[in-house]
C-alpha cells in the first residue's frame, strides 16, 4: 500500500518561509498528479483547501491565496514533494495535506492518498 508522509512541521513569523516535504513509498513521478490541500484551524472537519497542484507532465495550478508566495515541486534525489512557502501570512495557518492521485484503469478510476498531515502555525 503507497504511503505518503509529511514533513516540515514548524510555527514561523509573518513574513517568514517554510518547505514542507512529502515522501512516497513509490516514485513520485509515477502518480498522476500530486498536490497539497490545508485545512484551517477553524474550518469544518475535512473541508481542505487546495493549496497547489503538480501533474505528471509538470503542470502547476495554485490557488489566488498563494500564488506567487508559494512553489510546488517533484524531487528526483529524495523522491519527494515540495511545497516552498514564502512571505508567510497568519492566514496560511493550517494543517496541510500532501495528495496523490493516480488512475488505475482504462476507464479512468482513480486511487486517491492521502498523508497525515502536517501543522504551519504563522504568528505575527
Known amino acids: 500500500q503507497v504511503q505518503l508522509v509529511e514533513s516540515g512541521e514548524d510555527s514561523v513569523q509573518v513574513g517568514g518561509s517554510l518547505r514542507l516535504s512529502c515522501t512516497a513509498t513509490?516514485?513520485?513521478?509515477?502518480?498522476?498528479?500530486m498536490g497539497w490541500y490545508r485545512q484551517a484551524p477553524e474550518a469544518p472537519e475535512n473541508q481542505r483547501e487546495l493549496?497547489?497542484?503538480?501533474?505528471?507532465?509538470?503542470?502547476?495550478k495554485y490557488s489566488d491565496s498563494v500564488k506567487g508566495r508559494f512553489t510546488i515541486s517533484r524531487e528526483i534525489a529524495t523522491n519527494a514533494l515540495n511545497l516552498q512557502m514564502n512571505s508567510l501570512k497568519t492566514e496560511d495557518t493550517a494543517v496541510y495535506y500532501c495528495?496523490?492521485?493516480?488512475?488505475?484503469?482504462?476507464?479512468?478510476?482513480?486511487?486517491?492518498?492521502w498523508g497525515q498531515g502536517t501543522l504551519v502555525t504563522v504568528s505575527s
Open positions: 495528495h496523490a492521485r493516480k488512475v488505475v484503469n482504462v476507464e479512468g478510476s482513480t486511487v486517491s492518498i
Open positions: 493549496v497547489a497542484s503538480i501533474t505528471s507532465d509538470s503542470r502547476t
Open positions: 513509490r516514485s513520485v513521478f509515477s502518480f498522476d498528479e
